[in-house]
């Protein structure tokens, strides 16, 4: 292995990680060392003892199974990523961290320390805002690929890293950790120099129960054939499209075999135009509902043990983060999907199958339609004489921005539910699409309800 451009490591105090044998085949724990020798690693060789192996992160042991969710926030840091990974029990990882200071949006979101810091290559829009983070919040453990390289940025960061003795390194080995109750799988890395840094990006596959994302920063071609190769992707929940939904982020090997139901793609306005339609093409071939945080802003994803999952977008983001913690992890998010580029939404028109529900629309908000989101609704009214059950339905306008109510939802015996445009706490009678921008056209729209087999309920025009 090439000696790497870092600071020397020091022969100061050993750091201490509590290190979780993990079963080959079965990746079952075994057992627990807490507080195990672990040695600064060299920059040009991995941490004995945890190649292969399991590392419990935030705390000296394995923290208890959870019911709630593992949320992962993409944040909108124009053309670049940083994705926030925030486990039940409060561990956080910190997966890139965007071109310019991502500390504002952290501490904005609840963050006061980060127990992971990945860095997936040392391109700046990865890694222009790391250095600001080790030097502003306590950081326990940082990980990259090992690759070197010549810029400012990444000198910087190499900076921060050399006055901050207390992190820990880990080089991108294939390891799985924990993070609380969530475990992060490292997949292996093509060989060092025989490509560029983007087809060495350090890719994660975290698991919690059921659900599955997959995160592998600018990943091409060469690097997601292999990994496909290796028969390592898994089926997922969630895909963080590679290299910012370019044209050499993805194939249709690597789609199949993932197969992903939701796509996130981090960018900005850029030269390069991405995203572009050959992937978003690509994207809408497997069925994926894809959201941008140019569009979006914020995009944060629930993940829960059953592998369902809820999206909150910009604003709701925010909202969610002054939600204290229990009540938090309680709100099952109804999914808003599809662009959310202005369009409109709702005059009366024609029941099709099952349950007889009305659907009015509300599309004329008080003052600015896009500055009054929730001054713009939808109401449903059950006309059954018994209760409905609804989640997993989806009501969408003509442009296809859709809400899909949540696990639970139910449309009581000659009760009514009302869908905000905006942000906001669901309630089980009134729900919020989380949009950034109004949906409902006031010059006319329509809105259909359809049940959860996607089965018209209900077509209203006005």
Same mark, same amino acid.
């Given at each position: 292995?090439?000696?790497?451009?870092?600071?020397?490591?020091?022969?100061?105090?050993?750091?201490?990680?509590?290190?979780?044998?993990?079963?080959?085949?079965?990746?079952?724990?075994?057992?627990?060392?807490?507080?195990?020798?672990?040695?600064?690693?060299?920059?040009?060789?991995?941490?004995?003892?945890?190649?292969?192996?399991?590392?419990?992160?935030?705390?000296?042991?394995?923290?208890?199974?959870?019911?709630?969710?593992?949320?992962?926030?993409?944040?909108?840091?124009?053309?670049?990523?940083?994705?926030?990974?925030?486990?039940?029990?409060?561990?956080?990882?910190?997966?890139?961290?965007?071109?310019?200071?991502?500390?504002?949006?952290?501490?904005?979101?609840?963050?006061?320390?980060?127990?992971?810091?990945?860095?997936?290559?040392?391109?700046?829009? /990865?890694?222009?805002?790391?250095?600001?983070?080790?030097?502003?919040?306590?950081?326990?453990?940082?990980?990259?690929?090992?690759?070197?390289?010549?810029?400012?940025?990444?000198?910087?960061?190499?900076?921060?890293?050399?006055?901050?003795?207390?992190?820990?390194?880990?080089?991108?080995?294939?390891?799985?950790?924990?993070?609380?109750?969530?475990?992060?799988?490292?997949?292996?890395?093509?060989?060092?120099?025989?490509?560029?840094?983007?087809?060495?990006?350090?890719?994660?596959?975290?698991?919690?129960?059921?659900?599955?994302?997959?995160?592998?920063?600018?990943?091409?071609?060469?690097?997601?054939?292999?990994?496909?190769?290796?028969?390592?992707?898994?089926?997922?929940?969630?895909?963080?499209?590679?290299?910012?939904?370019?044209?050499?982020?993805?194939?249709?090997?690597?789609?199949?075999?993932?197969?992903?139901?939701?796509?996130?793609?981090?960018?900005?306005?850029?030269?390069?135009? /991405?995203?572009?339609?050959?992937?978003?093409?690509?994207?809408?071939?497997?069925?994926?509902?894809?959201?941008?945080?140019?569009?979006?802003?914020?995009?944060?994803?629930?993940?829960?043990?059953?592998?369902?999952?809820?999206?909150?977008?910009?604003?709701?983001?925010?909202?969610?983060?002054?939600?204290?913690?229990?009540?938090?992890?309680?709100?099952?998010?109804?999914?808003?999907?599809?662009?959310?580029?202005?369009?409109?939404?709702?005059?009366?028109?024609?029941?099709?199958?099952?349950?007889?529900?009305?659907?009015?629309? /509300?599309?004329?908000?008080?003052?600015?339609?896009?500055?009054?989101?929730?001054?713009?609704?939808?109401?449903?009214?059950?006309?059954?004489?018994?209760?409905?059950?609804?989640?997993?339905?989806?009501?969408?306008?003509?442009?296809?921005?859709?809400?899909?109510?949540?696990?639970?939802?139910?449309?009581?015996?000659?009760?009514?539910?009302?869908?905000?445009?905006?942000?906001?706490?669901?309630?089980?009678?009134?729900?919020?699409?989380?949009?950034?921008?109004?949906?409902?056209?006031?010059?006319?729209?329509?809105?259909?309800?359809?049940?959860?087999?996607?089965?018209?309920?209900?077509?209203?025009?006005?």
């Amino acid at each position: 292995m090439s000696q790497r451009s870092m600071p020397a490591p020091r022969s100061a105090a050993p750091r201490a990680i509590a290190l979780v044998a993990a079963g080959l085949a079965t990746c079952a724990l075994l057992a627990v060392a807490v507080g195990a020798v672990f040695p600064q690693a060299p920059r040009d060789g991995h941490p004995d003892g945890l190649h292969a192996s399991e590392a419990a992160i935030g705390s000296a042991a394995l923290s208890p199974p959870s019911d709630t969710v593992l949320r992962v926030t993409f944040l909108d840091v124009g053309q670049g990523d940083a994705v926030l990974l925030q486990a039940p029990e409060g561990q956080t990882a910190l997966v890139d961290a965007g071109r310019h200071d991502v500390v504002p949006l952290l501490r904005e979101l609840g963050v006061e320390r980060i127990d992971l810091l990945v860095a997936t290559h040392p391109h700046a829009d /990865h890694i222009g805002g790391m250095a600001r983070v080790i030097e502003s919040m306590p950081v326990r453990f940082y990980m990259d690929n090992g690759d070197p390289h010549s810029t400012a940025t990444y000198r910087r960061l190499l900076a921060a890293l050399d006055a901050r003795p207390e992190i820990t390194y880990l080089e991108a080995l294939p390891r799985t950790i924990s993070l609380g109750s969530a475990e992060i799988e490292v997949l292996p890395l093509l060989p060092r120099g025989t490509m560029d840094h983007n087809d060495r990006s350090v890719t994660l596959v975290v698991r919690f129960g059921s659900f599955t994302a997959f995160l592998s920063g600018d990943s091409e071609i060469r690097q997601l054939t292999d990994l496909v190769g290796r028969g390592v992707v898994p089926r997922m929940t969630l895909l963080k499209a590679p290299h910012h939904g370019s044209d050499n982020g993805f194939t249709p090997g690597f789609l199949q075999a993932g197969r992903p139901e939701v796509v996130v793609i981090s960018v900005g306005r850029n030269s390069y135009g /991405h995203p572009r339609a050959a992937a978003l093409s690509a994207y809408a071939g497997i069925g994926a509902r894809v959201f941008r945080t140019d569009i979006d802003g914020h995009v944060a994803i629930h993940g829960y043990r059953d592998g369902g999952y809820g999206v909150a977008r910009g604003q709701q983001v925010a909202w969610l983060a002054t939600v204290s913690t229990g009540d938090r992890d309680r709100i099952r998010l109804g999914e808003a999907f599809g662009p959310a580029a202005v369009v409109g939404g709702g005059a009366a028109a024609a029941a099709a199958t099952g349950a007889r529900v009305r659907v009015s629309v /509300h599309a004329d908000a008080p003052g600015d339609d896009h500055r009054n989101l929730n001054g713009e609704y939808a109401v449903l009214q059950n006309q059954e004489d018994r209760d409905l059950a609804i989640a997993g339905w989806t009501l969408c306008d003509d442009a296809n921005h859709c809400f899909r109510f949540p696990a639970g939802a139910v449309l009581a015996t000659g009760g009514t539910v009302v869908v905000y445009t905006g942000p906001g706490r669901p309630d089980g009678e009134r729900y919020y699409m989380g949009m950034g921008r109004a949906v409902w056209n006031n010059n006319g729209d329509t809105a259909t309800l359809r049940d959860g087999t996607g089965a018209t309920v209900v077509v209203f025009r006005y």
